[in-house]
């Protein structure tokens, strides 16, 4: 909640919008200590592997494929943890006042507060990303995030996250891709489209929200899907994942 820009500005005020501790003192205020707009991309490296799953269905005979990382709590198929990556952004900070921008050093005016803003910070914790195929049936790329988000069952609408997109470095068998999650909605790399959201709960982690998109083809063996080989081959080691706000 902003400072109101008019009347007395006390330092209780100012405390209670920006933080800090007491006893309060001015100079934790200046304008480099305060927040700032989150513009910029977050990259994450979580550890990855792949696991692969033979099943009969009628006479024939087909593979699951999962690759990637998630919570233990979520998914023993692939590289799990008991970890999880939390990315925030901060949007309408105005550190401008009545009497001009709060300074970076120097004597700052009482006045420089009036009307200013921490704005707000939203955040959400990621719990996993991976792809999983089914050489028999539909192929999926899941993202894994905390709380129940958005509307349940809720086809091809923007996911809802704070940030725009996951850029996804290539692996494997899989090209580099942009899971689209606030803006566009178009296929590219492996991410054909937005697909549904549902929200599940555990013990462990409490509600979470399984963000569902279509991989770029359903078919896996057709022979312009574009990808080579047995899909999920060679996920180890680290996996690089840029969050785009």
Known sequence: ??????????????????GGSNPISLNEYYSGSLPSNTASTTVITPTVSNTSTNYTSGKSTFTRYANGWAHSSIRTDVSNTTGSITVNERSGVDLTGNSGA??????????????????????????????????????????YTDGHRGTAATSNAAFPTPFVSLSCAAKGDFPATTIHCTSSNTGNGSFQSRYQITHSNNSTIGNYTVLTSSLVNNSWNNAGNGFSGSPGTSWSGTWSITVNH
């Open 1 to 18: 909640m902003a400072i109101s820009s008019s009347g007395a500005v006390s330092f209780a005020n100012i405390q209670t919008e920006y």
């Open 102 to 143: 709060i300074p970076s050093s120097g004597t700052i005016d009482m006045n420089k507060f009036r009307g200013t803003s921490a704005g707000t910070n939203e955040s959400i914790i990621i719990y996993g990303i991976m792809y999983y195929v089914d050489t028999g049936a539909s192929n999926y790329i899941y993202i």
